[in-house]
């Protein structure tokens, strides 16, 4: 990815304790972390949230596989489009479980920033990169 994306540059304005706005950069860096143009996670990202208001992660669990692929695909979000979808609603479901929707509660249950990202790790399709673009802004507000 030549080119950096910002929780800001998306409209996302992060504060602490704030869960919508981490939810979403969770979201955006997520779709970013792939092998894909960033401009193009960025596309997604917007048609997800923005267009299809799924900007929790309730929201987003009900929605199904089928209705995840068609948002990605007017993005242009069309490599691994099915894997993608299915960990979209894997990575929400598994938050609304395990820490009640809430990236707040990750922090909360996390001693510190290595722990926090440990748990990150354990979300399915969640890798290094991920947790990079994730926290290269949300540490700020998270530590």
Not at 31 to 58: C, D, F, H, S, W
Not at 76 to 90: G, N
Not at 115 to 125: I, S, V, W
């Amino acid at each position: 990815m030549a080119r950096s994306i910002s929780a800001a540059q998306l409209g996302i304005q992060l504060k602490p304790d704030d869960d919508a706005s981490l939810f979403k950069w969770f979201i955006a860096s997520f779709l970013m972390g792939k092998r894909i143009q960033a401009p193009i996670a960025a596309q997604a990202y917007k048609v997800i949230v923005e267009e299809e208001g799924r900007n929790t992660p309730r929201k987003l669990q009900h929605c199904t596989s089928r209705e995840l692929v068609a948002m990605l695909g007017r993005a242009h979000y069309v490599r691994y489009d099915e894997t993608t979808a299915q960990r979209l609603l894997d990575l929400s479901a598994r938050l609304n479980a395990d820490y009640g929707g809430k990236i707040t509660r990750i922090r909360q249950a996390s001693e510190d920033r290595q722990a926090f990202e440990q748990r990150l790790a354990e979300f399915d399709g969640v890798g290094p990169k991920t947790i990079e673009i994730f926290m290269r802004d949300a540490a700020q507000v998270l530590f």
